[in-house]
Structure formats: C-alpha cells, structure tokens
C-alpha cells in the first residue's frame, strides 16, 4: 500500500509539473516575434475588424452593462468598436 501511494504522489507531482510547464512556455511567446505563423490581426480586436469593413453597418452603439463597455445598443448608421476598454463610434456609409 505505501508503493502505490508513493508511486500515486509521484504521478501527480508530474502532471502537476507538466501543466505549470505548460502553461508558463505558452506565456513566455511574444506575438512580436517574427514568425510565418504569427497572424497580421493578432493585435486586432474583433469588433475593431468588423467596424473597419466600409460596406456592412452593424447599427450597433457603446453600452454600458456592470461596469463593462460593449456594443449592445442598437442604434440606425453607427458602427460601434471596443478596444481595450473604449469605445469608438463611426458613421456607417
């Protein structure tokens, strides 16, 4: 009964290694590197690639909801773009 309690212990302590060994190495990867397999539109929000496309109006304004800036609010002709916290609003054309 201690072998398997030993060998038991020892294979959690690995899977605990490999997951903090894991994690940490996918940290430490900067999307500054110069790689082909690093996106042009890593450093682009979602909303800010949507609101940047001229022929499509999302008819979209900045709301407020718990303290969190979203584009919830339905407003005619505006585009409506989040990053990093703030709130951009365009005209549609």
């Known amino acids: ?16 290694l ?4 894991g994690t940490a190495g996918h940290q ?6 110069h790689s082909p397999y ?3 539109l890593s450093n682009v929000a979602v909303a ?3 609101a940047a496309n001229p022929h499509r109006c999302q008819n979209r304004s900045c709301g407020n909801l718990q303290g ?9 002709g505006t585009n409506c773009a ?10 549609c054309r």
């Open 68 to 76: 969190i800036t979203t584009c919830t609010e339905e407003a005619l």
């Open 28 to 33: 430490a990867i900067s999307t500054s590197v």
């Open 1 to 16: 009964m201690t072998r398997f309690k030993l060998v038991l212990g020892l294979a959690a302590m690995i899977i605990a």
């Open 38 to 40: 690093v996106s042009a």
């Open 82 to 91: 989040v990053s990093n916290g703030v709130c951009t609003l365009t005209a």
């Open 18 to 21: 490999s997951l903090v060994g």
């Open 48 to 50: 800010t690639a949507e």
